[in-house]
């Protein structure tokens, strides 16, 4: 017999809450994109879709302060994640992760880029401003 999709839906959800904080901290198939020392005491976690816009306001808006006293002064590790929630976003983290110098900040930078121009590209100009956001120079 077929599992209805509410009751895959419901699997789900049971298998997610089963799992451990050990278990979501362990790096997935993609390695992270990190800043901060790597044994400071705290570590941020961020799962973000490049065209949600509420993680959108939190890379505009609260990221920044996190960035400015706690990352750069050496007091915590922020770590972020992609999860994309549709194809658009999944192309948005593909070009974030393009970094012909091999730089975090480089990822970091594009990644805002996109956020910044999110309204554009994720609505209707995909292809036309990802090209370009990916072509700016570092």
Known sequence: MACSPASRALRLISDALAQGAADV????S????ALGPANASV?????ASMTCPHCAAFTETVFPKIKSEFIDS???RFVFREFPLDIKAAAG???ARCNRQGRRSEIFRRHRLA????????M???AETLTRIGKRPA
């Open 30 to 33: 993609l390695p992270d994109m």
């Open 124 to 126: 209707k100009n995909t």
């Open 115 to 122: 956020v910044q121009q999110q309204g554009e590209w994720a």
């Open 25 to 28: 901290a362990k790096p997935q």
């Open 43 to 47: 570590t941020i976690t961020e799962y």
């Open 93 to 95: 983290s593909m070009l």
């Open 74 to 76: 050496g007091k915590i």
